[in-house]
C-alpha cells in the first residue's frame, strides 16, 4: 500500500511562507499530478514527500506508516521511505555507467547478485536503453539520460514513484513515448505516481486524478482530468487547464446578456447579476453575419489544420480555433479588419 | 521489495533538533581552521598591539619608527613595486605576443614561459649569484677578463638585482591571467570596433586594453602580494648588503636574539603589517574580478585576431628565445655545473666537473640525507591532512545546509591571505609551550605550519569540485536508498577525486621546496630540502649547496612532468 496523506502541513523558508495549511491524499496505485504556475511549491510539496524538506507542521504518512511529524519533529530519512524519484536534471551519476546507476539501488540493498543482474537487465529492457548498458552518461542523449533515471527509480520495484518534471527537456516525440511508457509501467507494476509538472497537456493525458495549485501554494481543485476540464472551480483553475477568453456579461433569469446579444445560460441557471463567463477558442461558432455578439478581426493567423484569430469585442480580445476544412467550406476565412458575430457552445460562469 | 518495514519507520530519526553529523562535520571544520590558522594569526595581532596586556598604539608606532624596521618597510614597498611594474609589463607583452600575433612556435613558447612558476625562485637568486657577484660571479669575471675593466659589469646584490630576479620568477602570474582573458575575448568585439573605422592602435587601446585591464590588474595584485611576502631572494641577495624586507627582518630578529621580547615584538608589528597589506590586496583582487567589466571575457574559446608581425616576426622570436635561455636555461644550467664542481670560483671546464658532490649530498653526507627526507616526508604529510581536511570544509561551505556555516565561510577566507613569514612566526608563538605543547625545534611545527600555509590551495581546488557535484545527485542516492554516508561514499567522493588528486600535488610540489616557512621553524634535525640549501650557501658551501639545488630541480621538475601526464591522460 503506498497512500499518501498529507495532513495539514506547512512549509516556509524564512519569511516565506511556501504551503499552508495544506492537506491531500494520493490513492494507492493512482497517477496524481500537482499541476501549477512555477514557483507555486509543487516541487517543494514532492521534496517533502520524498524526505529533502522538513515539515514545519502536521504530519505524513506513506502507506500506514507515519514518515514525519512536524509535532513531534520525527521524520523517516529519505533512503528508508522506500520510494523512486526522478528528478528534473536527471541526477544521472557521471562517473557510472548505465548498468551501475541502474542497479546502484539493489546493490544498497544488498540484493544478490544474480537477481539484481536479472532486475537491472529488465528495467534497462522496459525503458528500450538495451545495448547501452556499458555507456557512461556523457555518451547518452538527453532522453537517454531520462530514461536511465526512470530505469533507476522503478529497479527496485518502489511503491511510490516521484516524478519531478521529468519530461521537460524531452522533444515532443520523445515527450509523448515517455508519456505513455510510464503510464504502461504504472499499469504493470501498479506503482503510485505523484508527478510535478507545469504543462497542463501532460497532466491531463497522464492522471488519474491532478491537483491545481496557485502562486500562494493553495491547491484550488482536486480531481479527475475530465471533471477539472469540464467542471473547473474557479477562473484560476480554469484558465491554467488550456487557453482560455473571458467576458464580462449579465445575468438575469436564466439569461446572460452581453451588448445587445442574448443568450440562455445552460449552466448553472441559477446565477444573476454581473459575472464573468469563461470559454474555450474551440467554443466559439463563428459566422459572417447573423444573431451573435459582434466583433472585428484583430488578427488572424493560419496554422495549417486550425485558422487562429484574435477577435475585437467591445475592447476586450476573443481567440478563437476554426478548424481549415470548415471554415473553407463555409466561405469563413477571414481577413484582419473584417466584422463577423459570433455564438458560444459552452461557457462557464464565474464571479 | 524494498517497502518501508513498520518496525524501523519512527524509530525517531530526528533529523533537525538533535546534534547530528552535520553540526559535528561543522565544528570539526572550525576547529581545524580555529587552531591551525586563527589563533597563530590572532596571537600575532595580539603581540603587536598589546603591551603587558594593555593594548597599545603608541608603542606599536613607535616600532614601527625604528630605524631598521621602518627602513624594511620601505623596502618591501619599494622592491614589491618595482617587481610588479617590471612582472606585469613582461607577462602582458608576452601574453600578447603569444596569443594575438603570428610569432613561430607558440605552444612551445606559452609552455616555457610557464616554467618559472615551478622553479623555486631562491634557487634562481643563487644560480645568479653565481653568475653576477660583484667579484666572484663568473659573468662579471669574464667581463672583468675580456674588457680589462675594474668594475663588475653588473652588481647582484643590490635592490636592481633583486628586482630583476623577482621578476623573472613572478611574471608568468600576469601572463596567465592575460592569456587566458586574451584567448577567451569575442574577436566580434574588435572587429565591430574595425568594422567602425577604427585602426589596429585605436582598437588595442580603446577596446582590448580595457578588456583586459582585470586581468591584469588581478595579476599585478598577486604579484605585489608574493613580493610582499617573499623571502627567498631578498635573503640570498640582499641580506649581504644589508637590504632587508618584512620577511627578511622577521626571520633574522626571530633566529638571532633566540627569542626575546623585544625582537617578537618587532617580528609581531611587521608580520601585522604584512597581514593587513595582504587583506587589501585581495579584497581589491575580488573587487576587480568581481566587477561586471569581466563578464564579457566569459565562455568559450574563440579564434582570435592575429597581428602579421611582418619584419619583427624574427627579431621578436629570437627576443623570446633570448629571455628563455637567460632566465631559465642559463641559471638552471649554472646551478647543475657548479653543483659538479670541487669549489667555488674555479674555471668550469670538464676537468674540474664530477658528479662527487652530487654523490656526497645523496649518499655520504646524513644532513643533506635527512633533509631530502624531511621535505618529502612533510610534503607527504601536509598534502595528504590538507587535502582531507579542505575537502571536509569545502564540503561544509558549498553543500552543507546547517547553521553557523557563514563563520566557516568567513574563517575558510583567511588562509589566503596570510604570507608565509606571519603563519611561521604564528605558530612559534602558538606552540612553543604557551598551551602547553612544546613543538619549537621539531618537525610537527613545521608540519603545522604548512597545512596553513596550504590549506587556501586545498579549500580552492576542492570546492571549484564540489561546486560541480550537483545536489540532486546525492538527493538521488538519498531515494535509492543510501544513507548519508553511503551517498558521500558512493557518489560525492568519486566525483571531486580529481579536485582532491589536484590539491593533493598542488601542496606536494611547493612543499617539496619550501622555504619561507621552514627557514623560521628548523631546528638541528628538521632542516628541509629548501633551509639546507640555503644555510649550506650561507656557510659558503656553494657547490654542495648548488648539487642539493639541482636534486631539488630534479625532484620538481619529475614531479611535475608526472602531473602534467596524468592531467592530460585525464583528459583525453
Known amino acids: ?351 | 521489495m524494498l517497502r518501508i518495514k513498520s518496525d524501523k519507520t519512527m524509530q525517531a530519526v530526528k533529523q533537525k533538533r538533535t546534534f547530528g553529523v552535520a553540526e559535528i562535520i561543522l565544528l570539526l571544520s572550525i576547529a581545524i581552521l580555529l587552531i591551525v590558522v586563527v589563533v597563530p594569526v590572532a596571537l600575532i595581532f595580539f603581540n603587536a598591539f598589546f603591551v603587558d596586556g594593555q593594548f597599545n598604539l603608541a608603542d606599536l608606532v613607535k616600532t614601527l619608527g625604528e630605524g631598521e624596521t621602518y627602513q624594511a618597510l620601505l623596502n618591501s614597498l619599494f622592491i614589491a613595486s618595482g617587481v610588479t611594474l617590471c612582472a606585469t609589463a613582461v607577462g602582458t607583452f608576452f601574453a600578447w605576443l603569444v596569443t594575438r600575433t603570428d610569432i613561430p612556435y607558440k605552444g612551445f613558447m606559452k609552455g616555457m614561459f610557464l616554467v618559472p612558476f615551478m622553479l623555486p625562485s631562491f634557487i634562481g637568486a643563487l644560480a645568479w649569484k653565481m653568475l653576477l657577484s660583484p667579484r666572484a660571479g663568473y659573468i662579471n669575471r669574464l667581463w672583468r677578463d675580456v674588457t680589462g675593466a675594474e668594475d663588475a659589469l653588473f652588481n647582484i646584490f643590490s635592490f636592481g638585482g633583486i628586482i630583476s630576479i623577482e621578476t623573472m620568477y613572478l611574471f608568468p602570474f600576469v601572463f596567465i591571467q592575460v592569456c587566458g582573458a586574451l584567448e577567451r575575448m569575442d574577436p566580434t568585439l574588435e572587429e565591430s570596433a574595425r568594422i567602425s573605422g577604427a585602426g589596429l592602435f585605436t582598437i588595442t587601446r580603446k577596446i582590448t586594453l580595457p578588456l583586459v585591464m582585470p586581468s591584469i590588474l588581478s595579476g599585478a595584485l598577486l604579484i605585489m602580494l608574493y613580493s610582499m611576502a617573499h623571502f627567498g631572494t631578498v635573503a640570498v641577495l640582499g641580506i649581504e648588503v644589508g637590504i632587508y624586507n618584512i620577511p627578511t627582518l622577521i626571520y633574522e630578529r626571530i633566529h638571532q636574539s633566540a627569542g626575546s621580547f623585544d625582537s617578537i615584538r618587532t617580528g609581531t608589528v611587521l608580520a601585522s603589517v604584512l597581514v593587513v597589506t595582504a587583506a587589501i590586496i585581495i579584497w581589491l583582487q575580488r573587487k576587480i574580478l568581481g566587477s561586471g567589466k569581466y563578464q564579457i571575457i566569459a565562455g568559450k574559446s574563440f579564434r582570435p585576431m592575429e597581428l602579421k608581425l611582418r619584419g619583427l616576426r624574427t627579431p621578436l622570436f629570437i627576443f623570446c628565445l633570448l629571455y628563455i635561455g637567460l632566465t631559465i636555461v642559463l641559471p638552471t644550467v649554472t646551478i647543475f655545473l657548479v653543483g659538479g664542481l670541487k669549489t667555488y670560483g674555479i674555471p668550469i671546464t670538464w676537468e674540474n666537473l664530477s658528479l662527487e658532490n652530487y654523490k656526497y649530498v645523496l649518499f655520504e653526507w646524513d644532513q643533506t640525507q635527512q633533509a631530502i627526507k624531511n621535505s618529502i616526508g612533510l610534503g607527504l604529510g601536509a598534502a595528504t591532512i590538507t587535502m582531507f581536511s579542505g575537502v571536509m570544509i569545502s564540503y561544509v561551505i558549498v553543500k552543507m545546509k546547517v547553521r553557523g556555516k557563514g563563520i566557516l565561510e568567513f574563517l575558510g577566507m583567511l588562509p589566503f591571505s596570510v604570507p608565509g613569514s606571519v603563519i611561521a612566526l604564528g605558530v612559534i608563538l602558538a606552540w612553543s609551550g604557551r598551551f602547553g605543547i612544546n613543538l619549537y625545534n621539531t618537525i610537527w611545527i613545521i608540519l603545522i605550519a604548512y597545512i596553513a600555509r596550504y590549506m587556501a590551495f586545498s579549500l580552492k581546488a576542492n570546492s571549484a569540485a564540489l561546486e560541480q557535484v550537483h545536489d540532486s545527485l546525492v538527493e538521488a542516492a538519498r531515494a535509492c536508498g543510501a544513507s548519508m554516508w553511503q551517498a558521500l561514499r558512493d557518489i560525492v567522493l568519486p566525483l571531486v577525486r580529481p579536485g582532491m588528486v589536484a590539491a593533493f600535488f598542488l601542496i606536494f610540489l611547493p612543499a617539496l621546496r619550501e622555504l619561507t616557512v621552514s627557514v623560521m621553524l628548523y631546528g638541528t634535525t628538521s632542516r628541509t630540502i629548501g633551509v639546507a640549501i640555503y644555510t649550506l650557501n650561507e656557510d659558503g658551501e656553494t657547490v654542495t649547496s648548488a648539487a642539493l639545488a639541482g636534486i631539488a630541480l630534479i625532484l620538481i621538475v619529475t614531479g611535475q612532468t608526472i602531473i602534467n601526464h596524468f592531467a592530460k591522460t585525464k583528459q583525453a
Open chain 1, 1 to 351: 500500500m503506498a497512500e499518501i496523506v498529507l495532513n495539514n502541513i506547512a512549509k516556509s523558508y524564512g519569511e516565506h511562507a511556501v504551503l499552508q495549511n495544506l492537506s491531500l491524499t494520493v490513492k494507492d496505485g493512482e497517477c496524481f499530478t500537482l499541476i501549477g504556475p512555477s514557483g507555486c511549491g509543487k516541487t517543494v510539496l514532492l521534496r517533502i514527500i520524498a524526505g529533502f524538506e522538513s515539515l514545519d507542521q502536521g504530519s505524513m504518512s506513506i502507506g500506514s506508516d507515519v514518515v514525519a511529524d512536524a509535532g513531534t519533529g520525527d521524520s523517516l530519512p529519505p533512503e528508508q521511505r522506500g520510494l523512486g524519484v526522478v528528478f528534473q536534471d536527471y541526477a544521472v551519476w557521471p562517473h557510472m555507467t548505465v548498468r551501475q546507476n541502474v542497479g546502484y539501488p539493489l546493490k544498497i540493498a544488498k540484493c544478490n547478485p544474480a537477481e539484481a543482474a536479472r532486475l537491472v537487465q529488465k528495467s534497462i529492457d522496459d525503458v528500450n536503453l538495451s545495448g547501452m548498458e556499458d555507456r557512461l552518461p556523457s555518451q547518452l542523449s538527453g532522453g537517454q539520460q531520462q530514461r536511465v533515471a526512470l530505469a533507476r527509480a522503478l529497479v527496485a520495484e518502489p511503491t511510490l514513484l516521484l516524478l519531478d518534471e521529468p519530461l521537460n527537456n524531452l522533444d515532443a516525440n520523445l515527450r509523448e513515448e515517455m508519456r505513455f511508457e510510464i503510464k504502461r509501467l504504472q499499469k504493470n507494476l501498479g506503482v503510485t505516481i505523484l508527478y510535478v509538472t507545469h504543462d497542463q497537456e501532460i497532466a491531463l493525458a497522464i492522471s488519474d486524478r491532478m491537483a491545481v495549485m496557485d502562486e500562494l501554494g493553495a491547491i484550488r481543485q482536486i480531481g479527475t482530468p475530465t471533471q477539472l476540464f469540464s467542471e473547473p472551480a474557479d477562473e484560476f483553475v480554469f484558465s491554467f487547464l488550456g487557453m482560455s477568453n473571458f467576458l464580462h456579461v449579465q445575468a438575469e433569469n436564466g439569461m446572460a446578456r452581453f451588448g445587445e446579444y442574448s443568450f440562455p445560460m445552460a449552466l448553472g441557471g441559477g446565477h444573476s447579476g454581473n459575472g464573468r463567463i469563461g470559454f474555450r477558442p474551440s467554443d466559439v461558432v463563428l459566422r459572417r453575419s447573423g444573431e451573435g455578439i459582434r466583433a472585428v478581426v484583430h488578427r488572424a493567423s493560419f496554422l495549417g489544420a486550425i485558422t487562429d484569430y484574435q477577435l475585437e469585442v467591445d475592447g476586450q480580445h476573443v481567440r478563437t480555433a476554426v478548424d481549415t476544412h470548415e471554415a473553407l467550406a463555409n466561405d469563413l476565412l477571414l481577413k484582419e479588419g473584417e466584422e463577423c458575430v459570433f455564438t458560444l457552445r459552452n461557457f462557464h460562469w464565474f464571479n
